[in-house]
């Protein structure tokens, strides 16, 4: 399964946006791009997921460089409630695929 | 947003007793994964299933036993719980793999004495 690589821990002010990086530079063509975020003491949760094409939903965008091998979450405003550790996951469209997940990003968010 | 709980929620055990915890979902979920999460290594995968009785191996599935008789349940089995295995298991399901999103249940607690 393809890796992804994301920086340990990043630090926002709260009401600024956050760009959120990862890299998968052996992402094959079949493969999903998944964000899920946790929470303290709480279980992951999905954020958003895009293949090709940027793509927005009410908590956040995903922006996806033209040669896949990059995807940025962007959170457009964070809130305190955002500090969470962020996942970006490939995903392929197989029964085979294990899903690992990486050591995510630790977002900070000052007020 | 599929009904995902495990059970239990918290136990504490001691070395070498059986332990086993359960994963139910009531969304006819194709796909089932077990996941443990300890400081410092995120979340590491156990074992997953892909249909009834369709099950394989994660990177950390050594002491870890599982089995899918039914779509709606997914049981993870210590047969001999160690120290080692003290930490907090997430189940998570999706419907297909690819643009399917992950639901995950809200982990349970497991410390083996």
């Known amino acids: 399964d393809a890796k992804t690589t994301q920086p340990n821990s990043m630090e926002s002010n709260e009401e600024e946006p956050v760009h959120l990086p990862c890299n998968h530079s052996t992402i094959s063509g079949t493969d999903y791009i998944h964000w899920y975020r946790q929470l303290p003491s709480q279980g992951p949760e999905y954020v958003i997921h895009g293949l090709t094409s940027n793509v927005n939903n009410r908590m956040a965008s995903l922006a996806i460089a033209e040669d896949r091998k990059s995807s940025t979450l962007i959170l457009h405003r964070a809130t305190l409630r955002d500090a969470a550790v962020y996942y970006c996951?490939?995903?392929?469209?197989?029964?085979?695929?294990?899903?690992?997940f990486g050591g995510g990003t630790r977002l900070m968010v000052k007020p | 947003d599929a009904g995902i709980t495990q059970s239990p929620r918290h136990k504490v055990t001691e070395t070498g007793t059986p332990v086993t915890l359960r994963c139910h979902q009531t969304?006819?979920?194709?796909?089932m994964y077990w996941y443990r999460q300890d400081p410092g290594h995120g979340l590491r995968l156990i074992h997953y299933?892909?249909?009834?009785?369709?099950?394989d191996k994660g990177e950390v599935s050594d002491g870890y036993s599982v089995s899918r008789s039914k779509t709606e349940d997914f049981l993870l089995t210590l047969e001999s719980a160690t120290s080692s295995q003290t930490s907090v298991y997430f189940c998570?399901?999706?419907?297909?793999?690819?643009?399917?999103?992950?639901?995950f249940g809200a982990g349970s607690r497991l410390t083996v004495l």
């Open positions: 969304e006819n979920h194709r796909y």
């Open positions: 996951i490939l995903r392929a469209n197989n029964a085979g695929n294990m899903l690992t």
């Open positions: 998570a399901s999706s419907r297909e793999a690819g643009a399917n999103v992950l639901t």
């Open positions: 299933s892909y249909g009834v009785k369709d099950t």
